[in-house]
């Protein structure tokens, strides 16, 4: 095999695995809110007003993805935008990006996730982060649907 081919398998074999080794760990619902039921078949997402995010609640957003990160020190942060619902929930939209298990940055993941709590002490509860394929187009569709990019 000549330099070229072997250079062109190995990038290849490189992609693959950071497609399929994500800098982030799958996502659930911490409990309570993994106890509370899914919203009915076809109940559609209302945009919201956009809405500046305070110092509290950015630190909150970056405190709540890092929990998700493989290597959480590696995070860093690319565009973050929150709306507000007509209920008062804020949704927040962004971009994280992350060391994988081999230690390589895979790139930027869309997060989006619900801002809960008070003002005073805001949490933030991450519904998903996706990277490619079809997560990325469901956390896309719910950031652009909730009037977010």
């Given at each position: 095999m000549s330099?070229?081919?072997?250079a062109?398998?190995?990038?290849?074999?490189?992609?693959?695995?950071?497609?399929?080794?994500p800098a982030?760990?799958p996502?659930?619902?911490?409990?309570p809110?993994?106890?509370?039921?899914d919203?009915?078949?076809g109940?559609?997402?209302?945009?919201?007003?956009?809405?500046?995010?305070?110092?509290?609640?950015?630190?909150?957003?970056?405190?709540?993805?890092?929990?998700?990160?493989?290597?959480p020190?590696s995070?860093s942060?690319g565009?973050?935008?929150?709306?507000?619902?007509?209920q008062?929930?804020?949704?927040?939209?962004?971009?994280?990006?992350?060391?994988n298990?081999?230690?390589a940055?895979?790139?930027?993941?869309?997060?989006?996730g619900v801002?809960m709590?008070?003002?005073?002490?805001?949490?933030?509860v991450?519904v998903?982060i996706?990277?490619?394929?079809?997560e990325r187009?469901?956390?896309?569709g719910?950031?652009?649907?909730?009037?977010i990019?």
């Amino acid at each position: 095999m000549s330099p070229k081919a072997s250079a062109l398998a190995l990038l290849g074999l490189l992609a693959g695995c950071l497609q399929s080794d994500p800098a982030y760990l799958p996502v659930s619902l911490p409990p309570p809110y993994s106890t509370w039921p899914d919203a009915p078949q076809g109940t559609p997402i209302e945009p919201g007003m956009p809405v500046k995010l305070d110092p509290r609640q950015q630190e909150a957003v970056v405190a709540a993805v890092s929990k998700w990160m493989k290597d959480p020190p590696s995070a860093s942060f690319g565009t973050m935008a929150g709306v507000k619902g007509r209920q008062g929930h804020i949704v927040v939209c962004g971009e994280v990006d992350g060391r994988n298990s081999a230690g390589a940055y895979t790139g930027m993941a869309r997060f989006v996730g619900v801002m809960m709590g008070r003002p005073q002490a805001p949490e933030f509860v991450v519904v998903s982060i996706a990277q490619t394929g079809r997560e990325r187009t469901e956390v896309e569709g719910i950031c652009q649907k909730s009037g977010i990019f």
